[in-house]
T-cell receptor, first 115, second 110 residues
């Protein structure tokens, strides 16, 4: 059974703190993604990675960075958390094989509150 | 600028009837379309997909229709069941990226 695990379900941080959100997948997928989900805005892509040590900016990368040192792990970093980064964060992974359905598998999400 | 739009934030349907969820997109280069279902406190899960070279794909109670000329995608659920109550997201692929709609919350009334 496929599995994408996000390290925390709920997180409360203070403005200015450095925040790490961790994501691990056990499917040997090449691609990994970080989204944030906000009411009325759907899922918006922050960053994605198609290989170890590779990263690409998504639609809203400002205020975020990522790290992919190992194939199974993709970390999202908030360098200095701000209240407008309060959101639900979703990690996903997919195979690179474009002939396949290219389905993304999602973690359960991390609800981050920045006070 | 939202490239994938779901204009109905919510939909209520009686159990046993058909649910129709709609999605519009603007980028004609999208080559693959997917529907995801999301329950509260869970991540989205894949439901059904369709390639841009097809106009219909069916999987049990779920059928996705694609109208490329209108840039319109729809998901039909027949018959609707209370367990189908969830938020449904449509998504479209371009290159390595997926673009998601804002979601439609479906409530199936027993």
């Amino acid at each position: 059974d496929v599995k994408v695990t996000q390290s925390s379900r709920y997180l409360v941080k203070r403005t200015g703190e450095k925040v790490f959100l961790e994501c691990v997948q056990d499917m040997d997928h090449e691609n990994m993604f970080w989204y944030r989900q906000d009411p009325g805005l759907g899922l918006r892509l922050i960053y994605f990675s198609y290989d170890v040590k590779m990263k690409e900016k998504g639609d809203i990368p400002e205020g975020y960075s990522v790290s992919r040192e190992k194939k199974e792990r993709f970390s999202l970093i908030l360098e200095s958390a701000s209240t407008n980064q309060t959101s639900m964060y979703l990690c996903a992974s997919s195979t690179r094989d474009r002939d396949f359905k290219n389905i993304q598998y999602f973690g359960a999400g991390t609800r981050l509150s920045v006070l | 600028d939202q490239q994938v739009k779901q204009n109905s934030p919510s939909l209520s349907v009686q159990e046993g009837r058909i649910s129709i969820l709609n999605c519009d997109y603007t980028n004609s280069m999208f080559d693959y379309f997917l529907w995801y279902k999301k329950y509260p406190a869970e991540g989205p899960t894949f439901l059904i997909s369709i390639s841009s070279i097809k106009d219909k794909n069916e999987d049990g109670r779920f059928t996705v229709f694609l109208n490329k000329s209108a840039k319109h995608l729809s998901l039909h659920i027949v018959p609707s069941q209370p367990g189908d109550s969830a938020v449904y997201f449509c998504a479209a692929r371009f290159g390595n990226q997926f673009y998601f709609g804002t979601g439609t919350s479906l409530t199936v009334i027993p």
